[in-house]
């Protein structure tokens, strides 16, 4: 069980979590997104007990985290900053990490080194960007801990890489249930693996839900600007466009939409579309003044 209570952290007067409350407490492939800077990184040092709260909490199994060694048997933190010793080979880390977690599965570790062509007698400062990623992901999977945190473990990866990757955590989670957290600023190429979505921006908790309440979360609205401009008047609009003089879009949260109640003419004068979530993100996180659209067309 994960639980984080008005989780605040400051770093130097620096804020980088604000009262983050949110809960998790079954086994979920959960995706924390959010764009660089959003405080994921902090977030998953803070449950893993790395880092101690400036203010509110973080639970783990009921337990305060910060460097509680139930936590830290339990939890597994991969990133890319992971610093080891430079002469340690990959085998010599696996069984380092063996000795640490109970679960730990050496057979399915050495399975993944082969099956990414990674020589287990390699030092890891000797890998590439994308060959360190992949075997941090190796050494997380094979840990089998019950809480496994993932933070942004495709950085470097080739394109085919990362669609393996994203395979592989799944196939993972569907062996081995558990609480799976991954961390990115890209929703689109993992979205199809996720059950839950926690959206982080500027160090708030902005949504936390099924990836299907993402799915419905906005729509596009377009017809003619004597159609659409009433509406627009009426609704906060995240982004506003023209399509030629005598077509305009805007997109606006669906539930806000269906409470207008408009008359039937003009429902079947205008289209209604739904936003993916990779879009809907974008949105919810798009910085504060518009978008391209409104700087050019002001």
């Known amino acids: 069980m994960i639980r984080c209570d008005e989780l605040t ?3 130097n007067g620096t804020r980088a979590l604000k ?12 995706g924390v997104i959010g764009v660089n800077g959003a405080g994921k990184t902090t977030l998953f040092k803070s449950l893993a007990g790395f880092l101690k ?3 509110g909490s973080a639970f783990v199994f009921n337990e305060p985290a ?19 010793y430079p002469k340690t080979s990959l085998y010599e880390l696996i069984d380092s990490y063996q000795r640490f977690y109970k679960s730990y599965d050496v057979t399915l570790a050495q399975g993944l080194l082969n099956y990414f ?17 992949t075997f941090r992901l190796i050494l997380a999977l094979a840990a089998r801990a019950p809480i496994t945190l993932l933070d942004e473990p495709t950085t470097g990866m080739d394109p085919s890489v990362r669609k393996d990757v994203y395979e592989l955590i799944l196939k993972d989670y569907i062996k081995s249930p558990r609480m799976i957290l991954i961390s990115s ?15 982080i921006d500027e160090g708030r908790v902005l949504e936390h839900g099924a990836l299907e309440e993402f799915q419905h979360l906005f729509v596009a609205i377009k017809g003619s600007p004597e159609l659409i401009t009433p509406i627009e008047e009426k609704l ?24 207008l109640h408009l008359w039937d ?34």
């Open 117 to 133: 062509n990674l020589p287990g007698d390699a030092h890891y400062n000797q890998l590439s960007k994308g060959m360190a990623s």
């Open 185 to 199: 600023h890209y929703l689109g190429e993992m979205e199809k693996i996720l059950d839950q979505i926690l959206l």
């Open 19 to 30: 009262k983050c409350s949110f809960e998790i407490t079954e086994p979920t492939l959960t």
């Open 66 to 84: 910060f460097q509680n060694i139930n936590v830290a048997q339990n939890v597994m933190l991969i990133e890319e900053g992971m610093q080891f």
């Open 236 to 259: 906060h609009v995240f982004e506003g466009k023209d399509f030629g003089p005598g077509i305009r879009q805007i997109v606006v949260k669906r539930e806000e939409f269906k409470n």
């Open 265 to 298: 003419e003009v429902k079947e004068s205008i289209t209604v579309n739904s936003i993916s979530p990779e879009d809907s993100f974008i949105y919810l996180t798009r910085r504060k003044g518009g978008g391209i659209h409104e700087l050019y067309d002001s």
């Open 9 to 11: 952290k400051y770093f």
């Open 53 to 55: 709260p400036t203010g």
